[in-house]
Nanobody, 124 residues
Framework: QVQLVESGGGLVQAGASLRLSCAVF??????MGWFRQAPGKEREFVAA????????YYADSVKGRFTMSRDKLKNTAYLQMNSLLPEDTANYYC???????????????????WGQGTQVTVSS
C-alpha cells in the first residue's frame, strides 16, 4: 500500500520558518510536488522536484522563499519555508506521480498520489 505522510506544519508568526516533510512508503515516485489549499480556494501548486536529478520548480509566489528537496535514502521530500507570510496560510499536501517525461507537472490532476495534508497557519 502506498502512503504519503506529511508532517511539520504548525502556527507561526510572519517572518518565521517551517520545514515540512513528506515520507513515502510503498514505492518511489518519478516526481513529487507540494500543493496548498486555503479555505474557499482551489488547490494550488507550490513546488515540484524531479526525483532522480533533483531539479526543482516553484510557483512565483514562493520563489526565493521556499526550497524543495529530497532524501533518496529516506524516500522523503521536504519543503523548507522561510519568510512566511499570512497569505501562505493553508493546508499543505504532498503528492507524487510516475510521469516519465522530463517535466514533473504543476497541476493537481498530474499527480495521482496524495498525502493527508498538514496545516500551516501564519499570523500577522
Amino acid at each position: 500500500q502506498v502512503q504519503l505522510v506529511e508532517s511539520g506544519g504548525g502556527l507561526v508568526q510572519a517572518g518565521a520558518s517551517l520545514r515540512l516533510s513528506c515520507a513515502v512508503f510503498g514505492r518511489t515516485f518519478s516526481n513529487m510536488g507540494w500543493f496548498r489549499q486555503a479555505p474557499g480556494k482551489e488547490r494550488e501548486f507550490v513546488a515540484a522536484i524531479v526525483w532522480s536529478g533533483g531539479r526543482t520548480y516553484y510557483a512565483d509566489s514562493v520563489k526565493g522563499r521556499f526550497t524543495m528537496s529530497r532524501d533518496k535514502l529516506k524516500n522523503t521530500a521536504y519543503l523548507q519555508m522561510n519568510s512566511l507570510l499570512p497569505e501562505d496560510t493553508a493546508n499543505y499536501y504532498c503528492a507524487g506521480n510516475t510521469r516519465t517525461t522530463y517535466y514533473p507537472g504543476r497541476s493537481p490532476e498530474e499527480f495521482g498520489y496524495w498525502g493527508q495534508g498538514t496545516q500551516v497557519t501564519v499570523s500577522s
